[in-house]
């Protein structure tokens, strides 16, 4: 069974910085992509960013130039650097991973896999 676990999150001011982590455990493939999502109060989840063992990787628009994913093979783990964080950017981020690589993905496709959340709470 896969289990994603998240850290990281917690509260900061405006134009500060946090590191998110997401443990995945009980991948049964060495080729497998994870990704970033985030919910803000009222709204959609949306897509922050993606990263597969192939090296792929893909970004949001608001995340690009702030935000960076990068992904630990070794460790199963996927990072999410955030950088000159927004009052906008308050939301629960939640990690997601598959066992298809990103170029596997369809339009409309999901990932599998989803970790429990974590809040990022960024203060004016």
């Known amino acids: 069974q896969v289990k994603l676990v998240e850290s990281g999150g917690g509260s900061v001011q405006a134009g500060g910085s946090l590191k998110l982590a997401c443990v995945a455990s009980?991948?049964?493939?060495?080729?497998?992509?994870m990704g970033w999502f985030r919910q803000a109060p009222g709204s959609v989840r949306e897509g922050v960013g993606g990263i597969d063992t192939d090296g792929n990787i893909s970004d949001a628009d608001f995340a690009k130039g702030r935000f960076t994913i990068s992904l630990d093979n070794a460790k199963n783990t996927v990072y999410l650097q955030m950088n000159s964080l927004k009052p906008e950017d308050t939301a629960m981020y939640y990690c997601a991973a598959d066992l298809r690589t990103l170029t596997m993905f369809r339009p409309g496709d999901m990932f599998e896999y989803w970790g429990q959340g974590i809040l990022v709470t960024v203060s004016s």
């Open positions: 009980g991948l049964t493939s060495t080729r497998y992509s």
